[in-house]
């Protein structure tokens, strides 16, 4: 059964860094998502995208915040200037779209800003 | 997307059915439910959906009562690793566009042996 992927699995780095977070959707989905979760708290929408350009972001997606889908099979997430507050789990998903999309979810990247 | 209301928590015997409620009051008529699962910290997993009729799969249950204000989730028979977090969602279903997942704090099921 294909699944959505994401690399790495775990990452840690210095505030004021940029992190790229790496995500391959399932093959023929069509409409890609990212959504972190804080530790202890609720998964949170951050932008969806589809056709290359985003369709819907939430304020927390600042101008830190960029995706892009590079070739046909990877999408990631770039933090540009990362702060103690962006640690997190960051998950990806992606679905075909239509009336009933369902998106499904990658088992995450646990960011960890120190 | 309409709010949804869900109990914190609830315990499961091992081998018997978890039925899990889902208040959806304010619910519109092109609006589905979806049940997500996560267990510890991982991904969110898909379970299943409905907009009006009952819905079976492999995973569980779905019974959306005939006002669609409410819904259960049924697991029928409840294992250890069926213990996660499990979310009910509302959200607009509109063919061709994006639709983000707005997540609460869901029911922590706890299945005992």
């Known amino acids: 059964e294909p699944e959505v992927t994401q690399t790495p699995s775990h990452q840690v780095t210095q505030m004021g860094q940029e992190v790229i977070l790496r995500c391959v959707p399932i093959?023929?989905?069509?409409?890609f998502y990212w959504y972190r979760q804080i530790l202890g708290q609720k998964v949170e929408f951050l932008v969806s995208?589809?056709?290359?350009?985003?369709?819907?972001k939430s304020e927390i997606f600042d101008d830190q915040f960029s995706v892009e889908r590079p070739d046909g099979s990877n999408f990631t997430l770039k933090i540009r200037s990362t702060k103690l507050e962006d640690s997190a789990m960051y998950f990806c998903?992606?679905?075909?779209?239509?009336?009933?999309?369902?998106?499904?979810f990658g088992p995450g990247t646990r960011l960890l800003v120190l | 997307d309409a709010k949804t209301t869900q109990p914190p928590s609830m315990d499961c015997a091992e081998g018997r059915a978890a039925n899990l409620p889902c208040n959806h009051s304010?619910?519109?008529?092109?609006?589905?439910v979806y049940w997500y699962r996560q267990i510890h910290s991982q991904g969110p997993q898909y379970i299943i959906h409905?907009?009006?009729n009952n819905e079976t799969n492999e995973m569980a249950s779905l019974i959306i009562t005939e006002d669609r204000k409410s819904s259960t989730l049924i697991l029928p028979h409840a294992t250890l690793r069926d213990t996660a977090v499990y979310y009910c969602?509302?959200?607009?279903?509109?063919?061709?566009?994006?639709?983000?997942?707005?997540f609460g704090k869901g029911t922590l099921l706890t299945v005992n042996p």
């Open positions: 969602i509302v959200r607009v279903a509109s063919g061709g566009s994006n639709y983000k997942l707005t």
């Open positions: 995208f589809y056709n290359n350009e985003i369709s819907e």
């Open positions: 998903a992606s679905s075909r779209g239509g009336v009933q999309e369902t998106q499904y």
């Open positions: 093959s023929n989905h069509l409409y």
């Open positions: 409905g907009l009006k």
């Open positions: 304010t619910i519109s008529g092109n609006e589905y």
